[in-house]
């Protein structure tokens, strides 16, 4: 399923709404075809992959950095994603459109959204799943010679896409700066970055003062 996920996530986003495409997926495979589409397009095609594999999925409608309402839920969306039913009952919601966020965790946008599932059984809206303070975590160790951060959940999402950001910038842009992290007083320079795209953003620091991420 991971492989997948990230077979999915990888395609490139294209939104071009136009004519009943504008709020109906394109077929999933012409979006396999081409390789690239829109949240609806990936969602779905990430349906029928795990379909074609026996698992049960559903595209559902999220309006993510906002919230819908019983009362007008149509008003509100504006991002689709896909709701997963493991073997054992356990519901698993996946955003194929976010490339940046690791499989299992739903990006800052779709946490705790009024969601609505299309499916065969659903008739009121659902509410996504509520971030785990346990699962978000910013942890600094400093010694002599390096500064190691250790970053999970949120905190790691902020730095995976500030390194993506960095990266397009040749590396000239602090790491710490990019995610917005910042001492409250005094200035923090480096003189050496690394950081792997990994999802724990760990590693071990040799050699010169260098922040290592």
Same mark, same amino acid.
């Given at each position: 399923?991971?492989? +997948?996920?990230?077979?999915?996530?990888?395609?490139?986003?294209v939104a071009?709404?136009?004519?009943?495409?504008?709020h109906?997926p394109?077929? &999933?495979? *012409? +979006?396999?075809?081409?390789?690239?589409g829109?949240?609806?397009?990936? &969602?779905?095609?990430?349906n029928?992959?795990?379909?074609?594999?026996?698992?049960? &999925?559903s595209l559902?409608?999220v309006?993510?950095?906002?919230?819908?309402?019983?009362s007008v839920?149509?008003?509100?969306?504006?991002?689709a994603i896909?709701r +997963?039913?493991?073997?054992s009952?356990?519901?698993?919601?996946?955003?194929?459109?976010?490339? +940046?966020?690791?499989?299992?965790?739903?990006?800052?946008?779709?946490?705790?959204?009024?969601?609505?599932?299309i499916?065969?059984t659903?008739?009121?809206l659902?509410k996504l799943?509520?971030p785990d303070p346990?699962?978000h975590?910013?942890?600094?160790?400093i010694d002599?010679?390096?500064?190691?951060?250790?970053?999970?959940?949120f905190?790691?999402?902020?730095f995976?896409?500030?390194?993506?950001?960095?990266?397009?910038?040749?590396?000239?842009?602090?790491l710490?700066r990019?995610?917005?992290?910042?001492?409250? *007083?005094?200035i923090?320079v480096?003189?050496?970055?690394?950081?792997?795209l990994?999802?724990s953003?760990?590693?071990?620091?040799?050699?010169?003062?260098?922040?290592?991420l």
């Amino acid at each position: 399923m991971k492989a +997948v996920y990230k077979f999915v996530t990888a395609m490139r986003y294209v939104a071009i709404p136009l004519g009943v495409n504008s709020h109906r997926p394109h077929a &999933a495979a *012409n +979006v396999l075809r081409n390789h690239f589409g829109d949240c609806k397009d990936k &969602a779905n095609l990430l349906n029928t992959l795990l379909r074609a594999a026996g698992i049960e &999925a559903s595209l559902v409608l999220v309006p993510r950095f906002s919230q819908a309402h019983e009362s007008v839920p149509g008003l509100a969306f504006n991002h689709a994603i896909s709701r +997963v039913k493991l073997p054992s009952g356990k519901m698993l919601w996946l955003d194929s459109t976010d490339d +940046v966020c690791p499989f299992g965790m739903l990006p800052p946008g779709d946490s705790g959204r009024n969601a609505l599932v299309i499916d065969d059984t659903s008739s009121s809206l659902q509410k996504l799943p509520e971030p785990d303070p346990a699962e978000h975590s910013l942890t600094f160790d400093i010694d002599s010679q390096s500064v190691r951060i250790s970053a999970r959940g949120f905190p790691g999402y902020a730095f995976r896409e500030a390194a993506r950001r960095a990266d397009s910038r040749n590396g000239t842009l602090s790491l710490l700066r990019a995610a917005q992290f910042s001492p409250v *007083n005094g200035i923090f320079v480096t003189s050496e970055e690394t950081h792997p795209l990994q999802a724990s953003w760990t590693a071990l620091s040799r050699g010169p003062p260098k922040a290592v991420l």
